[in-house]
């Protein structure tokens, strides 16, 4: 799996004249990745051409070392019959095999019990159905639903329903985990304990996963890589640590006396004032090597009183979006 | 999920099945969602009662036929009868001679039984998956939208066989068992007729189910479109075709007709025969289930092509 978990080489795809995708190189090693992108950025067409439910319209690429479905399989004749040939007879489905899906929405079957869906998914992936059977109570009880395994879907919690979607997305003990939005609808304890179930899967039982989330604290506690997605591009491929290199240091003042001459003087050391409540409380950020002592000394100059200084860093959604504004000012990833 | 620290995560290494094998599940689960309800077994068994005439009937002919001596005979605890009246009444109410009529009737009144339960279950078999979203769940396994049309065609085609052509192979049976091991020999055709007469059935009626439940979803659109596919459309024909003497052709537009034409013709009855006597001819029928089996196919696609398995 080492050689490559994730290859993508300028696939695009259209849907009629909107461009989805536009030329997506993207290379990634195994670990626990996250996609990053706001609505319409084209991460929900990246999972359906890496599940394999759609071609790309170019570009080539593959995925565990299968490859993407033949471009423009869906728009001729003979790629649309080949394809038919390949569902029915072939070994197609190969690469879905090696991954497991829990999507975003519900997905449950009414009427079904928590241990006979998880079996069903585990069949339905391949697997016999004794061993699925079995499977499916293991994997339910890791997940900690044992005593729900015998409820129908319908009575389920959303926090219990969440974590039965990772129960059939996990069921075949695949290599590679694709999770839409799985911390979605949770409160936040039901958060913590699935993104602490995400990291265990990855960090102690080597799963890798793509977690496709608009949420940045979710990528921020469990990715050690992230991918940000704008606009079908590419914006920002690295690892979450290196990301977070790139925050700028800011600071919340409380400020008395009149402070515009202080925060003039800030202004020209190359501070920028991000708010002022006008009240004497003011969120500034600083340029790299920046001493608080400065601070200080200025406000001395000024016969002002610094009464709190509070280190106040850019987190990682503000981080997301000023790559976001960047990325629109250049007009380039 | 404070166990986690207790309970370990245990990896798999078996080997998988390919996509197909997930066709099967996929029908088990269907029949299972409408055999887990008590209505459903209630309807199957009004359904196996007109087996029951047939299967009774036939031993009840057989042994009328040895007491044709007597005036009259005692009938368990129903009365006496005149064991000829006895015997035209069975040939001619059920056609129990053994011959493709025989079985032409029962299916024509089993099929009847047949598409009251599959409206009833249209949108549990398939509706729901539409209505309440799990049909990403199939899809984003390896299975295709085939596999998935496959599974659940056979759920239906298991449930219409079992009413039908699995009773009518047991008269079959029954019937030459009863009569004479020539009987199996000199009827062979019969049996393939019977087998087709299910299959005609088996795959018009999937299809229709599956398409008209995946477009209305629910149960009681299901029940007013099939009423309006195979009541009023057939009262229509038979208005057109008797009492304003239209061209038999206008007996096309009945659905069920068609299948009991096409049937009929697998069974090797003569169409003149047939009630009502003007029917159009068989292939004519065949072509026109053939085309509404068709328009179907190509919805199904179209409509599971149209579900997102990643929401947008």
Known sequence: MEQGFIDLDNVSRWYGKHLALRQINLHLRPGRIGLLGPNGAGKSTLLKILLGLLPPSAGTGRVLGYPLAPVGADSSLAGALSQLTDELFGSGGALRRAIGYMPEADALIPGLQGAEYVALAGELYGMPRREAQRRAHEVLTYLGLEDARYRRLEEYSTGMKQRLKLAQALVHDPPVLLLDEPTSGLDPAGRDAMLELLLCLGRDHGKSFLLSTHLLGDVERVCETVVILHEGQVVRHGSVAELCTQRHDQYRLQLQGPADGFLADLRLEGVQVLHDNGRGEVRVSVPHGWSTRTFFVLADNHNVLLRGLQRDDEDLEELFHRVLAENGRNGQP | ?312
């Not at chain 2, 094998?21 to 199957?44: C, D, E, H, S, T």
Request: hydrophobic letters at 55%; glycine letters at 10%; aromatic letters at 16%.
């Open chain 2, 1 to 312: 999920m404070g166990n986690l620290d207790l309970l370990h995560y245990r990896p798999w290494r078996g080997q998988f099945r390919p996509p197909r094998a997930g066709v099967w599940p996929v029908a088990r689960v269907a029949l299972w969602m409408i055999f887990r309800r008590k209505l459903f077994w209630v309807l199957y068994a009004l359904g196996l009662f007109i087996f029951l005439l047939f299967f009774f009937g036939q031993y009840l002919l057989a042994w009328a036929e040895t007491q044709t001596g007597e005036a009259n005979v005692r009938v368990g605890g129903f009365g006496r009868a005149n064991p000829q009246q006895l015997i035209g009444i069975l040939r001619g109410f059920l056609k129990l001679n053994g011959s493709g009529e025989t079985y032409g009737i029962f299916f024509n009144y089993q099929g009847y039984m047949v598409m009251i339960i599959l409206a009833l279950a249209g949108a549990i078999l398939v509706g729901n998956d539409i209505r309440f979203g799990s049909l990403p769940f199939y899809l984003s396994k390896p299975l295709s939208r085939w596999h998935y049309l496959l599974g659940k065609a056979l759920a239906v085609a298991v449930f219409v066989n079992l009413m039908t052509t699995l009773p009518a192979v047991v008269l079959f049976v029954q019937y030459g068992l009863l009569d004479s091991w020539d009987y199996f020999l000199d009827q062979a055709g019969l049996f393939v007729g019977i087998l087709g007469y299910g299959l005609v059935l088996t795959v018009t009626l999937s299809l229709v189910l599956l398409a008209t439940a995946s477009w209305l979803q629910r149960t009681v659109p299901m029940i007013m479109a099939w009423t309006i596919l195979f009541l009023f459309c057939r009262l229509l024909a038979q208005v057109l075709v008797e009492r304003l003497h239209y061209d038999a052709a206008w007996r096309l537009i009945d659905l069920w007709n068609c299948t009991y034409v096409v049937g009929h013709a697998c069974l090797g009855i003569d169409l003149q025969a047939l009630r009502p006597g003007v029917q159009p001819p068989w292939y004519q029928a065949a072509l026109v289930l053939a085309g509404v089996c068709a328009l179907c196919l190509i919805y199904l696609v179209l409509r599971i092509r149209a579900v997102e398995v990643v929401k947008g």
